[in-house]
């Protein structure tokens, strides 16, 4: 094997080894100084990375560019809980893009739960009785108060799932979480809307 082949194989060059470091040096530099150079530096080379790598989380351009910026702060703020003993540089910034695009998933994707949503609507029929149009009605409104007293996350995964068509799968990839957890908030939620209903209806 040739030595430039055998220099890839065992590991990065050195001039990616010197950059890591300066990197590292960049952080520590923020952290202890607030130094602004070296934030440029740190800026410069990994701000248009963060914004490619949410784009690439799908996510959309005007989004990436305003969560980079975010993040990036983040960084100026945070700087000096980095150890460099533990972390490189970049596993360190891209855990807080990471967690920064989750809690923007989550945030947007708390929807609270429309009362003119059309699935929530009577559908009266024609036919049908007065008697049963107000029965109708009454069940509706059961529901939609049930609804609103759940907890924010147990009416998130409700809202996704029988108001949105969403898998329990595509729940789950959305808001980052695992099915088990889910599909255990949905069994809790049907849990909590059934005891409310029945207790409204025996009232």
Do not use: C
Not at 123 to 139: F, I, R
């Amino acid at each position: 094997m040739d030595a430039p082949l055998l220099q890839k194989a065992e590991g990065p060059s050195e001039a990616t080894q010197a950059l890591n470091q300066r990197m590292r040096d960049n952080l520590v530099a923020i952290g202890k100084n607030r130094d602004e150079q070296a934030f440029s530096d740190f800026y410069n080379h990994f701000a248009g990375r963060v914004k490619s790598f949410l784009i690439g989380k799908g996510l959309t351009e005007a989004v990436a560019d305003e969560l980079s910026q975010e993040i990036m702060l983040i960084v100026w703020r945070r700087a000096e809980s980095y150890n460099p003993d533990k972390a490189a540089a970049s596993t360190w910034l891209f855990t807080i893009a990471r967690n920064r695009r989750i809690d923007y998933l989550r945030s947007n994707a708390r929807i609270e739960v429309d009362l003119d949503d059309e699935m929530l609507e009577v559908d009266e029929d024609d036919h049908m009785t007065h008697e049963a149009q107000v029965d109708l009605t009454q069940q509706s409104v059961r529901l939609e108060q049930a609804l609103l007293k759940l907890p924010q996350e147990q009416r998130q995964v409700m809202h996704l799932s029988f108001f949105r068509g969403k898998s329990h799968g595509a729940i789950a990839q959305w808001l980052d979480l695992p099915i088990g957890t889910v599909k255990s908030r949905i069994r809790l939620a049907m849990q909590s809307i059934r005891t409310e209903i029945m207790t409204a209806e025996s009232e």
